[in-house]
Nanobody
Framework: VQLQASGGGLAQAGGSLRLSCAAS????????MGWFRQAPGKEREFVAA????????YYSDSVKGRFTISRDSAKNTVFLQMNSLKPEDTAVYHC?????????????????WGQGTLVTVSS
């Protein structure tokens, strides 16, 4: 199982970035997908998750209204559209897959993790 995250980079405050996470080696439609982030010196933090059906989505309060998670089963890819970026969004963003299919804000339920992509937001 491989999860390949991409799309990170440098953005200005108020700007946007779109992260992608391509999955291989799994039946993508069976898995819930999540995004987590870890800033320097801080613990890993939940960002967003989408159930395998795509119909139920969770967001952390810190990103609600600014970030949008979506999935494209035809492409085996989950996306994270990040708008109105803030310097505190700076972190390494990881995607994760949950074979139960329900997703969660708890990182321990996810069996597979991508390597992460760095997002840096300047003020």
């Amino acid at each position: 199982v491989q999860l390949q995250a991409s799309g990170g980079g440098l953005a200005q405050a108020g700007g946007s970035l779109r992260l992608s996470c391509a999955a291989s080696g799994v039946t993508f439609s069976n898995y819930a997908m999540g995004w987590f982030r870890q800033a320097p010196g801080k613990e890993r933090e939940f960002v967003a998750a989408v159930q395998r059906s795509g119909s139920i989505i969770y967001y952390s309060d810190s990103v609600k209204g600014r970030f949008t998670i979506s999935r494209d089963s035809a492409k085996n890819t989950v996306f994270l559209q990040m708008n109105s970026l803030k310097p505190e969004d700076t972190a390494v963003y990881h995607c994760a897959a949950d074979e139960r299919g329900f997703g969660s804000s708890w990182s321990s339920v996810y069996e597979y993790w991508g390597q992460g992509t760095l997002v840096t937001v300047s003020s």
